[in-house]
């Protein structure tokens, strides 16, 4: 038999059916993005669900883009030194010139990292140091003040390392008095005695958790590699838990957001990319429960309360900046010997 609706019937029956899900937009981010507290504000402005899903390292996030479909992710995190790398493989798009950083750190808007020929595809978001993170009850802070003091011995036993080759063999290279700039393959040569020395004098070298773990319950006091994004979300737990540049400096880290080439939203996306750059989003990111680290925008300083700054370091930031060099860029043949370099002493 064949129903007949009258429009009232039909009006019911679509009441009924409820309201129409909300847009998606699909990020592929670092753990700091997916936290909720960042996350719901734009989400109930825009009517919108945000899916996010967590990668590290800019080789696996750059594999999953590859073995996607066009339009299944619309914004992405990268680190900051990698943006063109993504650019080469044409897979971001231009930001408009409304993207103003005017409010920045101006040592982290990072043109030439960001921007390929001129034009922007990225903009700096959170930046901080891979450097040295102790615990302040068990070590001299005065040792901490030089990486010579990983090599004195004092130490030994007592030194986990950070599982990622370019900072801890950045850091080692600075302490040797090699810039970032200057490690290329013939440096390399330079550091490798001194990085298998370190590695006898750890105790483990391990992942970001590990490391962060290994620390908080003591069983090291020193992470080389680490910075206010390690500790800081346990600054509450363990307030002992400290960190610092050496006079030699540290390693300057900085991430970057960017919209996709086949955003399926591309309007969307751009409006997420503006929410985490502004002041209220940079302060959320800044102290998401996964790690903080410094908003890029300065006037996130006004969302901000005086203790998250003083765990920031919000006011040695111009001196923290000044004696911070830039990760090493390496090119496709020194990228391969660090890689190799770092198999070896993990082996050894």
Not at 155 to 165: E, H, K, P, T, W
Not at 200 to 210: E, F, G, P
């Amino acid at each position: 038999m064949k129903l007949k609706y009258t429009t009232a019937a039909v009006a019911l029956l679509a009441g009924m059916a409820g309201p129409a899900l909300a847009k998606d937009l699909n990020a592929l981010i670092w753990c700091d993005h997916a936290d909720p507290a960042l996350l719901e504000p734009f989400e109930k402005a825009h009517d919108v669900r945000v899916n996010v899903k967590e990668y590290e390292g800019t080789a696996a996030g750059l594999t999953i883009l590859e073995q996607s479909r066009p339009g299944d992710w619309d914004v992405m995190v990268i680190d900051a030194v990698d943006v063109g790398r993504a650019v080469e493989r044409d897979l971001l798009a231009p930001l408009p010139d409304t993207m103003a950083q005017a409010d920045y750190f101006p040592q982290v808007v990072m043109t030439n990292n960001n921007s390929v020929d001129g034009v922007t595809y990225a903009v700096t978001e959170k930046f901080g140091y891979n450097t040295i993170a102790y615990n302040k009850a068990k070590v001299d802070p005065k040792d901490m003040q030089s990486l010579a003091s990983l090599w004195s011995g004092k130490y030994d036993g007592r030194i986990a390392l950070y599982d990622y080759y370019l900072p801890v063999e950045g850091i080692v290279g600075l302490a040797q008095g090699i810039k970032t700039s200057e490690l290329d393959a013939a440096a390399l040569g330079q550091i490798r005695d001194p990085l298998f020395a370190l590695k006898k004098a750890s105790k483990q070298v391990s992942d970001v958790v590990a490391s962060q773990t290994a620390l908080a319950t003591g069983e090291v006091d020193i992470l080389v590699g680490g910075g206010e994004w390690l500790t800081a979300v346990l600054n509450a737990e363990n307030p002992d838990l400290d960190w610092t540049i050496p006079d030699e400096g540290g390693l300057l880290w900085a991430q970057s957001i960017a919209v996709l080439k086949d955003s399926a939203d591309p309007e969307l996306a751009l409006e997420f990319v503006k929410y985490i750059t502004s002041p209220e989003g940079q302060a959320r990111l800044a102290t998401s429960s996964c790690y903080w680290g410094m908003p890029a925008n300065r006037k996130a300083g006004d969302y901000l309360s005086d203790d998250q700054k003083a765990i920031l370091r919000w006011d040695e930031q111009p001196d923290y900046l000044a004696r911070a060099q830039i990760y090493p860029v390496p090119d496709a043949e020194t990228d391969a010997a660090m890689q190799d370099l770092w198999t070896d002493m993990i082996q050894n």
